[in-house]
């Protein structure tokens, strides 16, 4: 089974989801663009005012990835499929 990372962006504040969304957006046409495939993306609601883009790669791609999108942080992330 392929090893998966999840990479997070942390947006804090009342426009925090709002902020999420609208990074979500950039990161899918970063990906898009740049012929990458990746397993899932979406937003994980903390509390009202925290929100976390997210986007579950390969962990081969984690190394550029870091690089060029700059995550707030990263981990593992067990397939539970």
């Not at 990074?23 to 903390?46: C, W």
């Not at 925290?50 to 397939?79: D, E, F, W």
Request: charge should be neutral; aromatic fraction near 8%; hydrophobic fraction near 40%.
């Amino acid at each position: 089974m392929e090893e998966l990372a999840k990479l997070l962006w942390d947006f804090r504040g009342p426009n925090a989801k709002q902020t999420a969304e609208h990074h979500l957006i950039h990161l899918k046409e970063y990906f898009e663009l740049e012929g990458i495939s990746v397993v899932a993306t979406g937003i994980d609601q903390i509390n009202e005012f925290q929100q976390s883009a997210y986007c579950i790669v390969s962990m081969a791609l984690v190394g550029g990835l870091r690089t060029a999108l700059k995550p707030h942080r990263g981990q593992r992330y067990a397939n539970h499929k």
